[in-house]
Nanobody, 124 residues
Framework: VQLQASGGGLVQAGGSVRLSCAASGRAVNTYSMGWFRQPPGKDREFVAAINRGGYSTDYADSAKGRFTISRDNAKNMMYLQMNRLNTEDTAVYYC??????????????????WGQGTQVTVSS
C-alpha cells in the first residue's frame, strides 16, 4: 500500500487542522492505521491509532481530548482532526499502515508502510 499525507500548514495556537492520508494499492480496510509525528530535533512519536474497522481508537496522552482519528474505508482515506493546537504540536506528521493486525486491535508499534509526512507548524 502507498500512503500520502496532506493537510499540514501554518496555524496559530488554539487553532485547528485536519490531516488526510490517502491510501492506494491494496484495500485500506486490511490494515490497522495510525498517525505519528516527529517534532524538530526529536524522535518520531506515536499520536493516534485506529483499527481496521474504524471503531476502536487509541491516543497518546498529548492527543487525548484534542485530536480525533477517523477513517473512511470506502474512500481509502484516514484523517486526523487536531483542535486546540499548541506550539508543542509543531512537527512533521506521518500516516502509517500495519499489515499484520487483528480486526479489533489498535497498535502503537510495528507499522510496515509510511507516508511521506506533512509539516504542521503552530505559531504562538
Amino acid at each position: 500500500v502507498q500512503l500520502q499525507a496532506s493537510g499540514g500548514g501554518l496555524v496559530q495556537a488554539g487553532g485547528s487542522v485536519r490531516l488526510s492520508c490517502a491510501a492506494s494499492g491494496r484495500a485500506v480496510n486490511t490494515y490497522s492505521m495510525g498517525w505519528f509525528r516527529q517534532p524538530p530535533g526529536k524522535d518520531r512519536e506515536f499520536v493516534a491509532a485506529i483499527n481496521r474497522g474504524g471503531y476502536s481508537t487509541d491516543y497518546a496522552d498529548s492527543a487525548k481530548g484534542r485530536f480525533t482519528i477517523s477513517r473512511d474505508n470506502a474512500k481509502n482515506m484516514m484523517y486526523l482532526q487536531m483542535n486546540r493546537l499548541n506550539t508543542e504540536d509543531t512537527a512533521v506528521y506521518y500516516c502509517a499502515a500495519r499489515g499484520r493486525s487483528i480486526q479489533s486491535a489498535t497498535y502503537r508499534t510495528g507499522y510496515d508502510y509510511w507516508g511521506q509526512g506533512t509539516q504542521v507548524t503552530v505559531s504562538s
